[in-house]
């Protein structure tokens, strides 16, 4: 009776005359014969996936994790199987069991983006698409379904963004030219249904305007002066207040934002959940107090020109 060995070279040697039924049959044989063989189980794996029988593939894909617990590859192609399948459901929960393994695989997050996606997880989808292209920058693949992910949320500027992205990479790359002439296509559409004329002139407005321009604010030296000085105050005032929100969004709310986002593609305990959440609020707390201090400065400039124009 032929070995396992020989019956995976076997298998090797009909794939080379790609005869492929044959080399699924001698691998079928290989794993009877051992049932812990993991490369007979991988090869046969791969050939699986590549006659459409997804459902067998993710199967086999699966076991080989099992007799080789370090083989992050074989949880990320059963994944990608289980997405062929459209079990996109068990592809998650798969793809999260190879993240807990290796977190800097592109391809694990691709297939996750793949898998949210369809699950109509679309901000879910965005999150693991952007890690696989932080981890491959050239990931052109995961650049163009990042658009239309986005496209689907009706963000045709991004989409079209990353769609050029795509074809910066490669300028042949079908799938993107076919996705930017459609993100293009559903830009011009929105902004015709909005305007399909032009921007229209309101009569009414305009007339408004020209009263309230041919009035001659009549100030003395020292009202301009202190006019000046007041509008220059509030307005560095406003500055910098600005600036300090867009440092605490930067620092504080993105990070605690992105830190709940990769806690839904991790499996984490009830502690994790608990402290991102706390920050999150936390950053989100100051974040609101800070907005508020620049609308209030906002509104005292307004007040300061309606107090101006009421001199008139």
């Known amino acids: 009776m032929a070995t396992a060995d020989a019956l995976l070279e076997n298998a090797k040697a009909s794939l080379k005359d790609k005869n492929v039924d044959v080399a699924i049959e001698h691998l079928e044989e290989a794993i009877k014969v051992d049932e ?61 069991q190879a993240l807990g393994k290796d977190r800097r695989c592109p391809e694990t997050y691709y297939n996750l983006g793949i898998a949210e996606r369809g699950l109509n997880h679309l901000a879910m989808a965005v999150s693991a698409y952007k890690e696989a292209i932080r981890l491959k920058p050239e990931f052109v693949e995961a650049i163009s379904n990042l658009g239309n992910v986005l496209l ?87 500055e910098l207040l600005a600036i300090d929100l867009l440092a605490q969004i930067k620092e504080e709310l993105s990070p605690a934002v992105l830190g709940i986002t990769r806690l839904m593609t991790e499996e984490k305990n009830s502690t994790h959940w608990a402290q991102e959440q706390v920050e999150y609020q936390s950053a989100f707390r100051r974040f609101l107090l800070r907005l508020e201090k620049l609308k209030e400065k906002t509104d005292e400039i307004k007040k300061h020109e309606e107090k101006i124009q009421n001199k008139a």
């Open 152 to 238: 689907e949320m009706k963000n045709h500027t991004q989409a079209i963004t990353q769609f050029r992205k795509a074809l910066e990479v490669r300028p042949d790359f079908k799938k993107a030219q076919k996705g930017l002439k459609k993100a293009e296509e559903a830009s011009y559409q929105l902004k015709q249904s909005r305007d399909p004329f032009g921007r229209l002139v309101n009569m009414d407005e305009v007339e408004k305007k020209n009263q309230i321009e041919e009035k001659k604010i009549e100030l003395t030296p020292q009202e301009r002066f202190e006019d000046r000085d007041t509008v220059h105050k509030l307005a560095k005032e406003s």
């Open 36 to 96: 812990t063989h993991t490369e007979a189980h991988e090869t046969l794996a791969g050939l699986c996936f590549i006659v459409k029988d997804y459902e067998r593939a993710a199967s086999l894909y699966k076991r080989v994790s099992v007799l080789d617990p370090k083989n992050v590859g074989a949880l990320i192609n059963s994944g990608a199987a289980l997405n062929k399948k459209k079990d996109f459901k068990e592809a998650v929960k798969t793809l999260r």
